[in-house]
Structures are given as C-alpha cells and as structure tokens.
C-alpha cells in the first residue's frame, strides 16, 4: 500500500466533556512523533480552548481566529512550536465559528485547508456537545476517533454523538433528496405514522417506498467508519462499555465501529497537567504512556486500511 492511502486527517470526539479527548489528542501527537512523523495538533474545542495549556503554551501567539477573521491569510502560519520536535500546534479560538454561523461550504473549505497542511498527521480536538460545527469537523475528518470512559453517562453522549454525525452525515448525503429526507427526519418521532425508530428501520422503509434510493443509503452507511477508545480504564471489566457501544451502534444505527485501543486511569495524567507538561513526557514510563505508546503503533496500522479525504468529502455530499 502506498503512502498516500494513509489517513492524514483525524477528528477526536466523544460528546462529554471531561472524557479525556485532548489528553488522547495530545499523547498520541507526542507518541507519533517519538515514532519520527510529523504531527500537526489543532485546538477545535471552541468553547473551551486549551490544548495549548496541555502543551505547555502558556499564551498563545497566534490562534485560529487569526486565521478565520482573515488577520493572517495562510493557515500554516499560525502555526505555532511546541517543546515537542516534530509537533506543530493551532491553538482554538473562542466560538468564533459559532458567531461567524459560517456556510456548511465554508466548513468544508476550511477543512479541506486543514488537510492540505504540511504533516504526516492531523489530529483536530473537539469540543463536547453536538453542534453543527463539531459534528461538521468530525464528519468532514476521513479519520474518527471516539473518546468514552466506561461511566453511564459517557457511554449515553458517546452512542448520541455517533447517532448525531451519521444522522447529520445522511442529512447532508441526502440534501437534495426531498424524499429520503423526508424518512430520515421521521426516525425516532414517536408521532410519525411510520413508526421508525432506528436506521434499520430506515433502511427497510427505504428498500419498500424508494428502492432506487436504497444503494446509496447503504453506501453512506458502509462509509461511515469511526474507531473507539475508552479512557480511564481501572479494571478490565471497564472494557464492557465498549461491547455496550458496538451492540447499540449495530442496533440501532447499523454501523460498526472499530476499536482502536484503551487507556489505562493513571493519576500521573492529572500531576503533569498541573505541571504543563505532556503526560507521556512527564511520565515516560507510567500506564497511560506504556498505553498510548501501543495506541499509537496500532494507529499506524489502523490510518493505512481506512478510506481517505476525497471519499469522506464524497459521502459528505460535496465529492
Ligand atoms: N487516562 C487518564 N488517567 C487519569 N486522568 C485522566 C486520564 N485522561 C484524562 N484524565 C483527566 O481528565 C481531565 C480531563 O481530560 P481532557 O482531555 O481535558 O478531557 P476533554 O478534552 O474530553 O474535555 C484531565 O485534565 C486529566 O486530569
Ligand atoms: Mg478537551
């Protein structure tokens, strides 16, 4: 396989804030690195920017707003060094995108310079909840990490947050389709006459009323791919969130995500980030390093079998 089938672009999510998205987003740049690629972080929380902090970036130079209010014209200037050879990082704005209420085009474009950067990786750090903007970046990223732990409450915003970006993903598939629209906003309305309450009944509704329609709603579906990582593990019954997510997901959404690895609970994650410093640095040889250490060489494996950007921009409706 050539260099060029690998992902470049990753997305990390998860619904709950807290869960350890910027604490994975950051231990597997540093572990990529150490491993001798080029890693670009982006802080896409933005309403609660602070990948910089975790890096060790007291004030922040430049940030994406520089960029989105057009103060600098090329995205790779904003890009600021880190302590870390080999990481480069765009710190987050406060909702700057939220207030601009920029087009779904825009969005894209946007992305699509994101990908354009100079790296072996890219790897975007979301904010919690399901906005528009958040789930846009997620689905617009080819690679999608989701961030849990095994509490209930996790484990509920994690199955919403893939439920949400597949619906918002057949959303704008299906843009144009006044039809397949038409069924998917009916999913889950307890007062709609055809008492849909998962994809699985979509699909089925779709194949009888709109059989011609029905390849490219399993297309959409085939396409989506997202890989889970739980975090805070404490014991191993703890992974049986995982088994939790993939049956819900395969119910309910019939779509089948990946597992790309677990982080060990560690009290030492908490002790460098008072300490400004990047766990897997501060701690070389604690848990959650020895973990994200292995995460990050199936990560390699994992960014090599998985489909690229053009195919993600394709599923999003704007190949
Ligand atoms: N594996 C872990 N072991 C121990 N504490 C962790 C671990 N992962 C995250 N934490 C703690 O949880 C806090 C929140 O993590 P963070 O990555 O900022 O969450 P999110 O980005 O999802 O809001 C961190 O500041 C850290 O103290
Ligand atoms: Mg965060």
Redesign the pocket.
């Known amino acids: 396989m050539t260099a060029k089938s690998r992902i470049k672009l990753w997305s990390i999510g998860?619904g709950?804030?807290?869960?350890?998205?910027?604490?994975?987003?950051?231990g597997l740049g540093i572990c990529l690195a150490e491993l001798g690629k080029k890693v670009i972080l982006i802080d896409g929380?933005l309403g609660?920017a602070?990948l910089h902090t975790?890096m060790g970036v007291r004030f922040p130079p430049t940030t994406l707003e520089d960029f989105l209010l057009r103060r600098v014209s090329r995205l790779e200037d904003i890009i600021v060094e880190t302590q870390v050879e080999g990481i480069g990082l765009i710190c987050g704005a406060d909702d700057i995108l939220g207030s601009a209420n920029p087009t779904y085009a825009q969005k894209m474009r946007l992305m699509q310079q994101i990908e354009n950067l100079d790296a072996d990786f890219i790897l975007l750090?979301l904010?919690?909840g399901t906005s528009f903007n958040t789930l846009d970046m997620f689905n617009a990223s080819p690679g999608k990490i989701v961030?849990f732990t095994n509490q209930v409450t996790s484990l509920q915003n994690a199955y919403g947050f893939i439920k949400s970006s597949l619906y918002r993903r057949l959303c704008r598939v299906f843009a144009k389709d006044e039809d397949l629209l038409w069924l998917i906003y009916q999913v889950g309305d307890k007062g709609a006459e055809s008492g849909m309450q998962s994809i699985r009944d979509l699909e089925n509704r779709v194949a009888q009323a709109l059989p011609e329609k029905w390849p490219r709603l399993q297309q959409a579906l085939d396409d989506y791919q997202a890989f889970l990582l739980i975090?805070?593990?404490k014991k191993s019954q703890d992974l049986k969130a995982i088994d939790i997510i993939q049956t819900v997901c395969g119910d309910f959404l019939n779509v089948q995500p990946q597992v790309l690895g677990a982080?060990?609970?560690?009290?030492?994650?908490?002790t460098a980030?008072n300490q400004m410093t990047p766990?897997p640095i501060y701690m070389k040889k604690g848990r959650?390093s020895a973990?994200i250490r292995e995460i990050a060489r199936s990560f390699l494996i994992t960014c090599r079998i998985s489909r690229g950007f053009a195919a993600s921009l394709a599923a999003a409706g704007l190949g």
Do not use: Q
């Open positions: 998860g709950k804030g807290g869960v350890g998205k910027s604490i994975v987003t950051l929380d609660g602070n975790l750090d904010g919690a961030v975090n805070m593990v982080l060990a609970f560690d009290p030492g994650v908490e980030v766990f959650a973990a």
